[in-house]
């Protein structure tokens, strides 16, 4: 079984400015991460996701992630954010061999104020 | 359609009734899975179906919870003898292939239901 911790329950962020959600996992298994987006009245996006190869995964919108094995964590990133970006964010995993069998965080929610 | 759809969009059941929550896919979709989100809280797995066939029903809370798709695309989500606790939105997502993590899911905008 696996479980996954979002650290901040919600990040207030000035428009232009870094932001940077924190996502830590815990796993006795090879995991697949992800990361969604949920904005209002919507359904989850993908924004991007890690499968295997390079630690540093890019997404759609701007965003990009480091996965860390040795500190199970997957924080997402995106250098200058827009108002655009205010909503919830998911971190999700899923073990290798439940594809879409996903366990998500509680989801941190992303205020951009100009 | 151009994306998942689910219906209604609002349901409102006094505790005690059954309810059916209506899933449909994106068409040719093989895979489907249903999800329930608690107000605050990320969401957690109910079932999976490939096709017709359920595959993964781990999720499902109790024994009032229960999920069809008899032909393989739409899907209905059923509650018989609602309570408070099953207030939550309820997500479909689907996806074209059976499985494989180069797969992406596509989840609908959920059924938002309170139980009174």
């Known amino acids: 079984a696996q479980s996954v911790t979002q650290l901040d329950s919600q990040v207030p962020v000035f428009e232009e400015a870094p932001v940077e959600l924190r996502c830590n996992y815990s796993?006795?298994?090879?995991?697949?991460l992800f990361w969604y987006v949920q904005y209002p009245n919507q359904g989850l996006q993908l924004l991007l996701k890690y499968l295997s190869g390079s630690t540093l995964v890019k997404g759609i919108n701007g965003f990009e992630a480091e996965f860390n094995k040795s500190q199970t964590s997957f924080h997402l990133r995106k250098p200058s954010v827009h108002i655009s970006d205010t909503a919830e964010y998911f971190c999700?995993?899923?073990?290798?061999?439940?594809?879409?069998?996903?366990?998500f965080g509680a989801g941190t929610q992303v205020v951009v104020t100009p | 359609g151009a994306g998942v759809s689910q219906s209604p969009r609002y349901k409102v059941a006094k505790r005690g009734q059954d309810v059916a929550l209506r899933c449909d896919p994106i068409s040719g979709h093989v895979s489907l899975f249903w999800y329930q989100q608690a107000l605050g809280q990320g969401p957690e797995f109910l079932t999976y179906f490939q096709n017709e066939a359920q595959l993964d029903k781990s999720g499902l809370p109790s024994d009032r919870f229960f999920a069809e798709r008899p032909e393989g695309s739409v899907s209905t989500l059923k509650i018989q003898r609602t309570q408070q606790e099953d207030s939550a939105v309820y997500l479909c997502?689907?996806?074209?292939?059976?499985?494989?993590?180069?797969?992406?899911?596509?989840f609908g905008s959920g059924t938002q239901l309170s139980v009174l």
């Open positions: 796993s006795s298994v090879s995991v697949y």
């Open positions: 999700a995993v899923s073990d290798r061999g439940s594809w879409g069998k996903l366990q």
């Open positions: 997502a689907s996806s074209l292939a059976g499985a494989g993590a180069n797969e992406k899911l596509f």
